[in-house]
């Protein structure tokens, strides 16, 4: 400024220029290595589990016809259905909707959820309501007195 | 003597703090009077009630325990072991709904009074933010106490999140602290409910209050030109002392509902339980919840929620945005538009809310 010229012409302000950019590369920095283990810290690390293909689901002769109950596959929720028939069905119990927990409900003979009112047939598919998608189906296989839900 | 001792102190005080600055301020403090000055007393009480909450949800401190193993439990032995814990847990309760409803009242009042208009936008958008913070008081403590109904309102309420593209799914793990709902989501709930929450609101607040002491109260644009030969109120102590009044009775509605209508604790969460039947947020979040139960399954080509909740989104940011896009409340000239906007609102809420209500499902 002293010699008239503008503050970067000079050498002076050659030297505020790169100080400037200094200091504010390394704040930069400094901020970065700051929230860089913050935002790792509250994402929580992930839990390995064993990926579960098939889980026994109940005893044969648990279930009434046309009842359903909801068992664990492995950290969700599944919904074993013994039709008025007598022959089982097996499906995700998570709604695709806004991930409920469905249900069966024998006086329509339909799986339902009762958080957005979505209405499924017996092979998964939407009836009625605001789910997008079907029900993952599983596949049933009765061996000895054990109900063992795999999936397909 | 007496007053000897008290100017003593002042004086003591003045030369430390310039307290004679915030006395006369004080002292030439006004409340403008007319028709529309009922409105004034909403946000007052809206504060009183906030107050509450923090002394009672202090009080729940002491014996609440944030785990999955443990939450519910520990809820249930303050409402049937610890002396007057019904009373304290009803009235944390019952005193944050009605905190929700009269921010509502004084939200609403405030934007029909186009209040938010020049030099005010900065108290409008603060006042917007500190509602966001006390939705998220209420979704957080929704969960606290383990139950049924909030396991799934949690659920359902995260998910939404899930919606968002990109963004979503690392958002939804950050909220619920892993893929589920699980333990961790209550644990981190609590720590959004107990300090993350209280810290923003309390700066916010700040803000919001400071602004509303140097602006002062505004009056209608209606009125604007006879702001002058108005009649006013001095605010210490005549219309504190109204405010007051008004607080002990809230104070007593609150006491008389905890005991008439005491809080249901519910059913503890199970996870591995469907979701029952009737199963509902809270009030306040029943006009989104009935939404979302309308919408068809897509909307053109996007999945029907995440078409609801980036509506709601957009809504939310309209709502902060009001004092700026309202250019005509902002030039002094009448703004019809933004009533009408305001009065669409009003009935959309209430309309929704009341559906929710009353339509049973099967």
Known sequence: ?152 | MEAKTRSKVLDWLDERLQVQVALSFLAKKVVPLHRHSIWYYFGGMALFLFSVQVVTGILLLLYYRPTAEAAFESVQFIVTEVRFGWLIRSIHSWSANLMVAVLFVHMLSVFLLKAYRKPREMTWVTGVLLFFCVLGFGFSGYLLPWNTLAFFATKVGTELVNTVPVVGQPLLIFLRGGEDVTGATLTRFFGFHVAVLPMLTTLVLALHLLMVQFQGMSVPPSMQDQEDRMKKMPFFPNFLLRDALGWLVALGLLAALAAVFPWELGVKADPFAPAPAGIKPEWYFMFMFQTLKLAPSHILFLEGEMVVFLFFGLCGLGLILVPFLDARSRRGERSPLFTAVGILMILYIVTLTIVGYLVKVG
Request: hydrophobic share 40%; charged share 15%.
């Open chain 1, 1 to 152: 400024m002293a010699h008239g010229a503008g503050p970067n012409s000079s050498p002076a302000g050659g030297r505020r220029r790169f100080l400037n950019w200094a200091l504010g590369g390394g704040a930069v920095g400094l901020a970065g290595s700051v929230f860089y283990p913050i935002l790792q810290f509250v994402l929580p690390p992930k839990i390995s589990e064993a990926v579960l293909s098939s889980v026994v689901a109940g005893k044969v002769g648990e279930l009434a016809p046309n009842t359903g109950k909801v068992f664990k596959f492995g950290s969700k929720p599944g919904l074993l259905i013994r039709l008025a028939s007598g022959e089982y069905k097996a499906f995700s119990a998570v709604c695709s909707h806004l991930q409920c927990t469905v249900q069966y409900r024998g006086d329509l003979s339909q799986i339902w959820c009762a958080c957005h009112n979505g209405h499924f047939n017996l092979n998964g598919e939407v009836l009625s309501g605001p789910p997008p998608a079907p029900l993952e189906a599983y596949s049933v296989a009765v061996r000895g007195d054990e109900i063992v839900v795999s999936k397909a």
